[in-house]
């Protein structure tokens, strides 16, 4: 494995995250308290291991990919990016505040803030693994 394969890395981590939280809800809506506390805890585990591998890959390459080609799908492209972008960095510390509520065992507190918490971190999962098909699969640029 080299650098240029964390790309793909990166978009498995999302995926296995995207499928942990859907385990975790499905989980807590069935009331299975332990199932849903371990599948966050490792969507959480999943989501740190890629920042790590995210981080090692633009510090090393130090280089971005720019979506060119095609043209007509660009601004989709941006779009999509730029809320990526930005719900990413917001969600972070949604994530430690959520866990840090449950941790302490304050489950309302923990449920107001995880109704916003669960769609936005999966809505970056999923998008993370769509970015990655567009950027290096669908439309690889050169």
Known sequence: MTIHDLPAVNATLNGLSAVLLTGG???IKTGRKIAHRNC?????CTSAVFLGCYLTYHITVKTVTHFVDPAWFRPYYL???????????AIVPMILITLHRARK???????KIARWTWPLWMYVSVTGVVIYLLLYQIFPQK
């Open 25 to 27: 809800f499905i989980a």
């Open 40 to 44: 966050m805890i490792a969507a959480f």
């Open 79 to 89: 779009t999509l990016l730029a809320t990526h972008t930005i719900l990413a960095a």
């Open 105 to 111: 065992e304050q489950f309302e507190a923990h449920k």
